[in-house]
């Protein structure tokens, strides 16, 4: 199997998008798929670049740079999230939106992939200035985005109130209630019930799943998880009701380890007191870069991308990596845990609920009627358990690693619709 990289060396800031670029090769090689195709799929539709005014509490006006890069659409509408943070850029849009239209196929939603975001910090902004921002943000997006074209969702730095405003701008703009333009809502104004959970809570079953996979007792399984925003929360509070050990977690500030397995529920995320995390009263503290290397079952790093690379690949103690946030290992990092038989459960299998969940949300939506959270729960049990079988099977067959295996499954269905629709070459 070619690769770009290898562990001997010594690794360069890889972006997301170049890291979604090697894994696409990767797996194409074991295809016989067009290459004109995989040369096509590298590169993004298109990447629009946004300057949003806002106007501070204290009168000053800034301008902050938004982009919604828009990768594939063969198999529907873009669809994906709005990331707040200051390291937005239109690679890591380029990037995050490649995976989103291989997340998408994996679970056979009828969506492609899109990713947006703003350069900024949410939390240097008042919850007034994040509307404003937000709102104007909605309408620079108004012609791009839209039910049938393009549907943001929430990623870092946003939530389902962030969803509100931009649904409420858009909605104003054109003179009628749109819910279906962004999913991620808070239930009453049409979101569904268990999106706010469901990326968290599918990378909790898929580990599940791998658990069983290779003989553990979810019992003796213990977890570390970095980030404990809306996904690592949710998955480690999963974990944790069905009995595995979660005995770290972390946020930006550090981790909090207890060996005996800390009660998840008690640990405030990030949503209901932002830096509680680290502030929280537990047996022992330790930085975010210690925790990747804690001697547990399953390391799930839920906060940004990353956050594993060839320098502490090999101190990584963890049997498996079960990954909760979007590109958190580089191209080497995956060579490496290649050669030590450390099995990688990639983010567009792992974290795949939440989109799941957003495509129940704008079923609804379409439909104007609400699935109560039993149905969400269970329908996205078996949509989870599908994509996993499915990865499986190529898992097995092919005697590749599972990130290969998901974006066999993927690349399979993206490229079978591109023939299909005769687009291109
Ligand atoms: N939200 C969603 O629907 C989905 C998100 N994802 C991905 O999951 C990841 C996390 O997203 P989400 O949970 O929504 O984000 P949130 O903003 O809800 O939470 C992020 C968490 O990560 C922590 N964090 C931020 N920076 C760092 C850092 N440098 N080191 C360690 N911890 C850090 C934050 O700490 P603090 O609280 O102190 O800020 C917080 O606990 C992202 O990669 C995102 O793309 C994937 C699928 C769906
Ligand atoms: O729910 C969605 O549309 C996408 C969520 C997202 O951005 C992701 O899965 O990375």
């Given at each position: 199997?070619?690769?770009?990289?290898?562990?001997?060396?010594?690794?360069?800031?890889?972006?997301?998008?170049?890291?979604?670029?090697?894994?696409?090769?990767?797996?194409?090689?074991?295809?016989?798929?067009?290459?004109?195709?995989?040369?096509?799929?590298?590169?993004?539709?298109?990447?629009?670049?946004?300057?949003?005014?806002?106007?501070?509490?204290?009168?000053?006006?800034?301008?902050?740079?938004?982009?919604?890069?828009?990768?594939?659409?063969?198999?529907?509408?873009?669809?994906?999230?709005?990331?707040?943070?200051?390291?937005?850029?239109?690679?890591?849009?380029?990037?995050?939106?490649?995976?989103?239209?291989?997340?998408?196929?994996?679970?056979?939603?009828?969506?492609?992939?899109?990713?947006?975001?703003?350069?900024?910090?949410?939390?240097?902004?008042?919850?007034?200035?994040?509307?404003?921002?937000?709102?104007?943000?909605?309408?620079?997006?108004?012609?791009?985005?839209g039910?049938m074209?393009?549907?943001?969702?929430?990623?870092?730095?946003?939530?389902?109130?962030?969803?509100?405003?931009?649904?409420?701008?858009?909605?104003?703009?054109?003179?009628?209630?749109?819910?279906?333009?962004?999913?991620?809502?808070?239930?009453?104004?049409?979101?569904?019930y268990?999106?706010?959970?469901?990326?968290?809570?599918?990378?909790?079953?898929?580990?599940?799943?791998?658990?069983?996979?290779?003989?553990?007792?979810?019992?003796?399984?213990?977890?570390?998880?970095?980030?404990?925003?809306?996904?690592?929360?949710?998955?480690?509070?999963?974990l944790?009701?069905?009995?595995?050990?979660?005995?770290?977690?972390?946020?930006?500030n550090?981790?909090?380890?207890?060996?005996?397995?800390?009660?998840?529920?008690?640990?405030?995320?990030?949503?209901?007191r932002?830096?509680?995390?680290?502030?929280?009263?537990?047996?022992?503290?330790?930085?975010?870069?210690?925790?990747?290397e804690?001697?547990?079952d399953?390391?799930?790093?839920?906060?940004v991308?990353?956050?594993?690379?060839?320098?502490?690949?090999?101190?990584?103690?963890?049997?498996?990596?079960?990954?909760?946030?979007?590109?958190?290992?580089?191209?080497?990092?995956?060579?490496?845990?290649?050669?030590?038989?450390?099995?990688?459960?990639?983010?567009?299998?792992?974290?795949?609920?939440?989109?799941?969940v957003?495509?129940?949300e704008?079923?609804?939506?379409?439909?104007?009627?609400?699935?109560?959270?039993?149905?969400?729960n269970?329908?996205?049990?078996?949509?989870?358990?599908?994509?996993?079988?499915?990865?499986?099977?190529?898992?097995?067959?092919?005697?590749?690693?599972?990130?290969?295996?998901?974006?066999?499954?993927?690349?399979?269905?993206?490229?079978?619709?591109?023939?299909?629709?005769?687009?291109?070459?």
């Amino acid at each position: 199997m070619s690769q770009e990289t290898s562990p001997s060396e010594p690794e360069a800031q890889e972006t997301a998008v170049e890291t979604a670029r090697r894994q696409l090769e990767r797996a194409a090689a074991h295809l016989d798929v067009d290459p004109g195709v995989v040369e096509r799929l590298k590169h993004p539709t298109k990447v629009h670049q946004v300057s949003i005014p806002l106007k501070r509490d204290n009168g000053e006006t800034e301008i902050y740079t938004g982009y919604r890069a828009q990768h594939d659409s063969v198999r529907g509408p873009f669809k994906g999230g709005l990331r707040y943070h200051p390291e937005v850029s239109a690679d890591e849009c380029i990037g995050l939106s490649m995976w989103m239209t291989w997340k998408c196929a994996v679970m056979d939603l009828p969506f492609g992939g899109g990713k947006g975001g703003i350069v900024v910090n949410p939390k240097e902004l008042s919850s007034d200035e994040k509307e404003r921002l937000t709102r104007r943000f909605a309408q620079e997006l108004r012609d791009f985005v839209g039910p049938m074209k393009d549907i943001p969702a929430p990623d870092m730095g946003t939530d389902p109130q962030t969803m509100a405003w931009f649904m409420d701008a858009y909605s104003m703009q054109q003179g009628e209630t749109i819910p279906g333009v962004v999913t991620g809502k808070p239930p009453v104004i049409g979101g569904s019930y268990g999106r706010e959970e469901a990326p968290g809570h599918s990378v909790a079953i898929v580990a599940r799943e791998a658990i069983d996979y290779y003989d553990w007792e979810i019992e003796d399984t213990t977890v570390a998880v970095q980030g404990f925003g809306s996904v690592g929360a949710n998955a480690a509070r999963s974990l944790d009701e069905w009995g595995a050990k979660v005995v770290a977690v972390s946020d930006v500030n550090g981790a909090i380890y207890d060996p005996t397995g800390l009660d998840t529920r008690d640990v405030e995320g990030h949503d209901e007191r932002p830096g509680m995390v680290s502030g929280y009263d537990a047996p022992q503290k330790l930085g975010n870069e210690e925790l990747l290397e804690l001697d547990v079952d399953i390391l799930i790093p839920a906060a940004v991308g990353n956050v594993l690379t060839a320098e502490n690949a090999n101190d990584v103690q963890a049997r498996m990596v079960v990954e909760g946030a979007n590109g958190p290992t580089t191209t080497a990092a995956d060579v490496i845990f290649e050669g030590n038989d450390v099995p990688v459960i990639p983010d567009i299998l792992a974290n795949a609920g939440g989109v799941t969940v957003s495509y129940f949300e704008w079923l609804q939506d379409i439909n104007r009627r609400q699935w109560s959270l039993d149905r969400v729960n269970k329908e996205l049990e078996t949509q989870m358990l599908k994509a996993w079988n499915a990865v499986r099977r190529e898992y097995e067959a092919r005697d590749v690693t599972w990130r290969d295996a998901a974006y066999l499954v993927a690349l399979s269905r993206v490229a079978e619709a591109h023939d299909a629709r005769g687009l291109w070459p």
